[in-house]
């Protein structure tokens, strides 16, 4: 029965590596259009290539390529001990990792709000629910309501570890199911504060950062999150099977952190790798 | 051609029949599957074969040939023959995975703990970082949380405030539509109410999130906009036809003559509704009430838009809630396969769906009971 069971999926692979030419992407959904975008543009010059881009959360992503059912995954934070080891339970080496771009978080508040800049501990006084009222930070005599990411999100532990240092969301914190409904609930509430990608804007005005009480408030601009500066920035990444990385995946994954890969990035809004973390 | 009594059945009959059979065989088969496929992933949380804890013991890699193979296998929680496939190298980079776990671990004092067992489930406790012992739900953080009562408090929540609302609409459309409501005018309110539900639950939750939630924060003032009274009173839009046509269903199958019988006696059509009928198809009222709240705990997509997805412990039904529905659509796709989190999520699945399996079996053997008096069986 094992036998039979090998034999078949023998058969299945070599299927699949007789249609070369064939990629399947999937993972995070914070980089879907980024991703969807970039098989765009790289079909569009090699007729001869097809990419599939499904998303569905870095999570599923992992579990498709440490099933081989994708064969790259994109992920918004990086890969979990526990997922490399099934990973190399599944195909005998670790996933090698590509950081693909740059994304910069930015906190969002009400237009009418009259609060301009924070340090990041004002922000994570907010956020673990330490302080309760916008005159805790500076702000008017008005409760603070607390627009949060669903916890499967990738952004929602990136601002867990980077801005609240590991520290719980206040249990009162609301969940949206993505940027765009922070921001519309951001947009509708005058005490509302939350956070997103920096690509999204309208509705609700984005704050600037200061790192510590000392230290300039930087605007989440390019140039402030390829320096920097900025302190609430991270990188996305791609991952790949090594098997897998030669011939026309590769060279894909070669294209995209290439210069004109990376050009794609900033139309989508997101933030270019810098000079030396790309391919020649 | 007319009907033959006793005919021998024509063989594309018996092929139908047949198949038919076999149809709903598959039916109960498929609860069966599903309940048994639920319950397989949450087994080894309920067993306590795995842990949770952020620190586990760690073997240094060097150490690697020096163990015995069977404590290596379990180690590195592989299946036997897993194991005996397995190259030595490949162990050796499992090794490594090991260690780096242990390295991200954080530093804190309870790290050590097993935040799966069921005392850290169910009961509170205080963790560091917190003034007092707390249910706590945050399953992805440095110590993994997976306190479940805030999320079946906000479950228990929603569904009540859904019922409170839709109930006394329900029964009040059906005692009006089975018993006063001219012929002519029933046939236009039963099919309307109905239709209700037919609204997809997603535009109902759309709904309720942009048009509802602001309309009824201006009415009630309260400071969330979503919160569990919003999610409750769209879900009650879509349980009122439920509770409708089964309420409905019980009033109609109450015998004409009971109300015959009480307007002979001089009763008005109200009185005849509301003391004769009503009592008589109690039990079927209970039924379409038992089975609402079925349908009311398990809906999803409305809670999920509409009701906030905070996992407060709070019993004040204008502060946003989190329900178990809400809870495993918006994170089963990012839980680690196998993991604690993923494993969790299918046990208050199987909670959920044990749940709505007896309330509903409930409802369908009252219902049963009541068509048998009624009939004059019993």
């Not at chain 2, 059979?21 to 088969?29: E, G, K, M, Q, R």
């Not at chain 2, 196998?338 to 399996?357: E, N, P, W």
């Amino acid at each position: 029965m094992k036998k039979l069971l090998f034999i078949a999926a023998l058969a299945v692979a070599t299927t699949a590596s007789a249609l070369a030419g064939n990629i399947t992407v999937k993972g995070s959904d914070t980089l879907l259009i980024l991703a969807q975008k970039w098989a765009e543009v790289y079909m569009g010059q090699h007729a001869d290539t097809k990419i599939q881009v499904t998303g569905g959360g870095s999570g599923i992503g992992f579990a498709a390529l440490q099933n081989q059912t994708t064969d790259l995954c994109d992920a918004s934070r990086k890969a979990k001990p526990g997922e490399i080891a099934n990973c190399i339970k599944a195909f005998s080496a670790r996933p090698t990792e590509y950081k693909v771009a740059v994304d910069g978080l930015s906190v969002y508040v009400n237009t009418e709000s009259p609060i301009k800049e924070l340090s990041l501990a004002q922000l994570s006084d907010i956020f673990t629910g330490k302080a309760k009222n916008w005159k805790d930070v500076g702000g008017p005599d008005l409760p603070i309501t607390l627009y949060s990411r669903e916890n499967s999100s990738g952004t929602y532990e990136f601002f867990k570890e980077h801005v609240l240092k590991g520290q719980d969301f206040a249990a009162s914190a609301q969940t949206m199911p993505g940027t765009a409904a922070i921001i519309q609930a951001v947009s509708k509430d005058k005490g509302g504060i939350g956070y997103g990608g920096a690509g999204y804007g309208a509705g609700a005005k984005h704050l600037l950062i200061k790192k510590d009480d000392n230290s300039p408030a930087i605007d989440p601009t390019e140039e402030n999150v390829i320096k920097g500066t900025y302190p609430i920035w991270r990188y996305l990444y791609v991952y790949v099977n090594p098997a897998l990385d030669k011939g026309e995946i590769g060279t894909y994954l070669n294209w995209i952190r290439s210069d004109e890969g990376q050009k794609i990035v900033k139309d989508v809004g997101y933030f270019p790798l810098p000079a030396n973390l790309r391919s020649n | 051609m007319g009907i033959r009594r006793g005919h021998r059945a024509h063989p594309g009959e018996w092929l139908a029949e047949k198949f038919i059979f076999l149809v709903s065989l598959t039916a109960i088969l498929m609860v069966f599957l599903i309940f048994a496929f639920v319950t397989r992933e949450a087994l080894p949380l309920i067993t306590g074969e795995v842990s949770s804890a952020a620190v586990q013991p760690v073997i240094p890699v060097a150490d690697m040939d020096k163990i015995p193979a069977e404590k290596l296998r379990i180690y590195l929680e592989l299946t036997p023959s897993q194991f005996a496939t397995m190259d030595h190298d490949t162990k050796k980079l499992l090794m490594e995975t090991k260690v780096e776990g242990a390295q991200d671990a954080p530093d804190n004092k309870d790290a050590k703990i097993n935040t799966i067992e069921w005392r850290y489930l169910l009961f509170p406790y205080q963790w560091s970082g917190y003034d007092k012992p707390v249910y706590i739900w945050q399953p992805v953080s440095e110590i993994k949380k997976y306190n479940i009562i805030p999320i079946v408090i906000g479950s228990i929540k929603t569904t009540l405030i859904a019922l409170f609302f839709a109930v006394p609409l329900a029964l009040g459309a059906a005692i009006y539509v089975s018993q006063l409501a001219s012929p002519k005018l029933k046939e236009y309110i039963k099919p309307a109410i109905e239709m209700l539900s037919g609204i997809p639950s997603v535009v109902a939750g759309f709904f309720a999130l942009i048009f509802m939630a602001t309309v009824l924060q201006k009415v009630f003032g309260y400071e969330s906009r979503l919160n569990a009274f919003v999610a409750g009173i769209a879900l009650g839009f879509a349980i009122i036809p439920v509770v409708f046509s089964i309420a409905e269903d019980a009033l109609t199958s109450v015998p004409r003559n009971f109300t015959q019988a009480a307007l002979a006696l001089g009763a008005s059509r109200w009185q005849a509704a509301w003391q004769v009928v009503l009592p008589a198809a109690l039990p079927g009222v209970f039924a379409a009430i038992v089975l609402g709240f079925g349908r009311a705990i398990g809906e999803t997509m409305i809670v999920l838009m509409a009701s906030g997805n905070a996992s407060i412990m709070s019993g004040n039904i204008f502060d946003s809630a989190r329900t178990i529905t809400a809870t495993i659509a918006a994170e089963l796709a990012e839980a680690v396969f196998g993991g604690d989190h993923y494993r969790i999520l299918f046990l208050i699945g199987a909670l959920l769906f044990l749940v709505t399996f007896l309330t509903n079996m409930a409802g369908e053997l009252v219902m049963n009971r009541l068509k048998g008096k009624l009939e004059g069986k019993k």
